[in-house]
């Protein structure tokens, strides 16, 4: 927490622009940043259990051992054809979760997030907040499983891509707030396009094997939960923004040409 209250200070005390904007959209300059910096950490632990499995697998295959041997893989191997949850399997089962790349990225999103509640509780926003609270909570118990458990590798997965379709979002709020109407509908139209592509199908194409391979119920109740809630607000997302291009005549164009 101490963390993010000292970056938020620096940038306070050193940013005049920053200065003068009011609490809300500094608080999402913050939230963007830790996204990006989410994104960055996560990529890299991500690209690094994949070439740690790729040796597993070479290593494997010049001995004389099969992966079936390995009683963590032998359940999803054992009579069944390849398939992602496989190697979902063999993803998990090689990431480090000792990794300074990952314990650095938990400490720095957990902060935030515990940062976030407590101004949310603050401020009072607890009722007005509720599925941001609800978000930062999962979020938290997400961080403590993929440190804990042997899904390491399909959480982090999740959060790195829960993230990177959230990129847009910050920008067309930031422009909505400081009365940027040219670039705001210009993110919107990116937002509406990026959210799409990463939470409605990238995100979909995985929440499936992941949801048989990871090894906490609690999990298995609340991501899907977050995962419709994401559903319902791209759905609001595409219903605003279409009527945004059609109030523009920007529809009527697109028809005539």
């Given at each position: 927490?101490?963390?993010?209250?000292?970056f938020t200070h620096i940038l306070d005390k050193h940013s005049q622009t920053f200065h003068n904007y009011p609490i809300y959209?500094?608080?999402?300059?913050?939230?963007?940043?830790?996204s990006i910096l989410s994104v960055i950490l996560a990529g890299i632990f991500l690209s690094d259990t994949q070439k740690d499995a790729n040796v597993f697998l070479y290593n494997q295959a010049l001995s004389n051992t099969s992966l079936t041997n390995i009683s963590?893989?032998?359940e999803s191997?054992?009579?069944s054809e390849y398939s992602y949850t496989n190697m979902l399997k063999i993803y998990n089962y090689v990431a480090n979760p000792w990794s300074f790349t990952l314990l650095s990225l938990q400490a720095m999103s957990m902060c935030y997030f515990i940062a976030d509640c407590i101004y949310i509780f603050r401020s009072g926003l607890i009722l007005k907040k509720a599925p941001y609270l609800f978000h930062h909570v999962l979020m938290l118990l997400l961080h403590y499983y993929a440190y804990t458990s042997?899904?390491?590798?399909?959480?982090?997965w999740l959060f790195y891509?829960?993230?990177?379709?959230n990129f847009f979002t910050y920008t067309t709020y930031h422009f909505i707030k400081t009365k940027n109407e040219e670039n705001a509908y210009l993110s919107?139209?990116?937002?509406?396009?990026?959210?799409s592509i990463y939470r409605g199908f990238v995100?979909?194409?995985?929440?499936?094997p992941f949801f048989y391979t990871t090894d906490s119920l609690l999990m298995r109740i609340l991501l899907p939960c977050i995962y419709i809630m994401g559903l319902m607000w791209g759905y609001n997302l595409l219903n605003t923004t279409y009527i945004s291009i059609e109030t523009r005549g920007d529809l009527k164009l697109i028809c005539d040409e």
């Open positions: 927490v101490v963390i993010w209250l000292g959209i500094k608080n999402n300059i913050i939230s963007f940043v830790h963590y893989l032998n191997l054992t009579g042997r899904n390491t590798y399909g959480y982090i891509y829960g993230e990177l379709s919107s139209l990116c937002q509406c396009v990026w959210f995100y979909t194409s995985f929440l499936l």
